[in-house]
């Protein structure tokens, strides 16, 4: 499974736009980048995945180079309820184990 | 829609004693199943994962084990908790041929005293 690469932690005040990058320079060809949220005592909540390129959703924008050695998670004019720990994960579904990795996140807190 | 209920919420036991929480998953057939554990301010670390009734797979060595005797029920067990056993413990699931996106359940918080 591919290591990856994320800040410990992240400061922000509401409204601004967050990026928060990740690096998976082992990512293998089958392998997705899928990014996890997860409040305090609750369990991680799925928020976006991509394979290249970009991708968007209702909550965020994920951006991948074309090497995919990195990616990008994008919040946009984040809420004091956006503060919470992101997870990176790389993963491949193709062999059948469905495992993911996950790391100890960027903890992302959203100042008033 | 598919929902996963984790039971009890909290608990708290003595070192030695035995364990067992459940896991079990609504609207959805064979489901993958996962167990996780989080020590305080840490990262989820993946203890097992079932992909059928019956297959276990375990990714740590350790006093924890798992079963699974129905489609949609994960339970995580053990003989003799220790205080290291304390944590978050989280079931997920995930389903279809080419996904890993897992969905979580709310957790069950152990307190080894």
């Known amino acids: 499974l591919a290591k990856t690469t994320q800040p410990i932690s992240m400061d922000s005040y509401e409204g601004q736009e967050v990026n928060i990058t990740c690096s998976h320079n082992?990512?293998?060809?089958?392998?997705?980048i899928t990014w996890y949220q997860q409040f305090p005592s609750q369990g991680p909540r799925f928020i976006i995945q991509?394979?290249?390129t970009k991708v968007t959703n209702e909550v965020a924008s994920l951006f991948i180079p074309a090497d995919r050695k990195s990616s990008t998670l994008s919040l946009p004019r984040v809420s004091l309820s956006d503060t919470a720990v992101y997870y990176c994960?790389?993963?491949?579904?193709?062999?059948?184990?469905?495992?993911?990795?996950f790391g100890k996140g960027t903890k992302l807190s959203v100042i008033p | 829609s598919q929902t996963i209920h984790q039971w009890p919420a909290t608990l708290v036991q003595p070192v030695g004693s035995p364990l067992s929480l459940e896991c079990t998953v609504e609207?959805?057939?064979?489901?993958?199943l996962y167990w996780y554990r989080q020590a305080a301010g840490r990262g989820l670390q993946l203890l097992f994962y079932?992909?059928?009734?019956?297959?276990i797979s375990s990714e740590v060595p350790q006093n924890l084990s798992a079963s699974r005797p129905q489609d949609r029920q994960f339970i995580l067990s053990s003989k003799k908790l220790l205080l290291s056993d304390s944590g978050f413990y989280l079931c997920?699931?995930?389903?279809?041929?080419?996904?890993?996106?897992?969905?979580f359940g709310p957790g069950t918080r152990l307190t080894v005293l």
């Open positions: 079932s992909v059928g009734i019956g297959q």
């Open positions: 994960l790389v993963g491949d579904s193709g062999a059948g184990s469905y495992q993911l990795t």
């Open positions: 609207g959805t057939s064979n489901p993958n």
């Open positions: 082992n990512i293998a060809t089958n392998d997705y």
């Open positions: 997920a699931w995930s389903g279809g041929l080419h996904t890993d996106t897992q969905y």
């Open positions: 991509g394979y290249k």
